[in-house]
């Protein structure tokens, strides 16, 4: 009786700690789009290991209430298989819309996102085209106000933290080594 207590006991610990890390949208080399990014996309990027952001910049466009959203194509390199995740410290103003979140054009809340996604990009095709260097995912961060987001990714065996600036000229800088 003692060892099922016990269990149980374990088993309730745990739970509020398995709720902590969101289980991740999967979006699949199906989902993916493709367009010319222009010339030099990769130095207006964010890079973290295998993805790259484009399209977070420090314009920012007011809309109605609860969050307003921000175009960010994530670019994948071919084969791999990055989880985008909003970091604890950002929750609470910012979500990810990679999940078919429909907006008719205003603000949508926070929960219409997720806070978790893992990008699956196709394999790699041989272009001679400059944008065609890997899978591109279209969508968007639902964002509050004017802040940066934290993000964490988790890729080539590790995670990468980073920010994202949403209408502010720079972020506070992190202090991880991967920084």
């Not at 709720?19 to 130095?43: H, I």
């Not at 999940?99 to 893992?118: F, W």
């Not at 993000?151 to 920084?179: E, N, W």
Request: aromatic share 8%; hydrophobic share 45%.
């Amino acid at each position: 009786m003692r060892v099922v207590v016990a269990l149980l006991i374990a088993l309730v610990a745990a739970v509020p700690a398995l709720a902590e890390e969101p289980e991740p949208y999967v979006r699949k080399c199906a989902t993916s789009q493709f367009g010319d990014l222009g010339a030099g996309w990769q130095e207006r990027a964010v890079v973290a290991g295998h993805v790259a952001f484009l399209g977070a910049t420090p314009r920012w466009r007011p809309g109605g209430p609860g969050a307003w959203r921000v175009k960010v194509v994530v670019v994948v390199d071919a084969n791999a298989a990055p989880t985008v995740t909003i970091a604890a410290r950002s929750r609470g103003y910012a979500s990810l819309g990679y999940n078919n979140v429909r907006h008719n054009g205003r603000g949508v809340t926070l929960d219409l996102g997720t806070q978790s996604v893992r990008f699956e990009a196709c394999h790699a095709v041989m272009s001679r085209e400059p944008w065609n260097r890997g899978t591109q995912f279209g969508g968007y961060f639902l964002v509050t106000g004017r802040r940066c987001v934290y993000i964490d990714v988790a890729t080539q065996g590790k995670i990468i933290r980073r920010a994202l600036r949403f209408g502010v000229p720079r972020c506070a800088r992190l202090t991880t080594p991967d920084a």
